[in-house]
Nanobody, 115 residues
Framework: QVQLVESGGGLVQPGGSLGLSCAASESRFRIVTMGWYRQGPGKTRELVAIITDNISTKYADSVKGRFTISGDNAKNTVYLQMRRLKPEDTAVYYC?????????WGQGTQVTVSS
């Protein structure tokens, strides 16, 4: 079993920045992929960004150029640096991990972009 714990959510004004962190527990299986999904009000959960082998990254078109995902293997942690935030970025952000073909999810952290 892999436990994912997010931190860093909060309230920020449009155009501002916010950083999220997700720490994963140790696993006997290699955690190949980690990332972030989000679910806004009245919307379905959608991919924000993922990182594979701590090298390859993929972003949703809506966040390209504004968000940056990175990882720290030594700390089993993945980060999401969000810049130039927009009201439409308001959502619950969920940490995601893939290990041994199984999906793992964090509890979610609220990000609200409002003036």
């Amino acid at each position: 079993q892999v436990q994912l714990v997010e931190s860093g959510g909060g309230l920020v004004q449009p155009g501002g920045s916010l950083g999220l962190s997700c720490a994963a527990s140790e696993s006997r299986f290699r955690i190949v992929t980690m990332g972030w999904y989000r679910q806004g009000p009245g919307k379905t959960r959608e991919l924000v960004a993922i990182i594979t082998d701590n090298i390859s990254t993929k972003y949703a078109d809506s966040v390209k150029g504004r968000f940056t995902i990175s990882g720290d293997n030594a700390k089993n942690t993945v980060y999401l640096q969000m810049r130039r935030l927009k009201p439409e970025d308001t959502a619950v952000y969920y940490c995601y991990g893939l290990a041994a073909g199984r999906n793992y999810w964090g509890q979610g952290t609220q990000v609200t972009v409002s003036s």
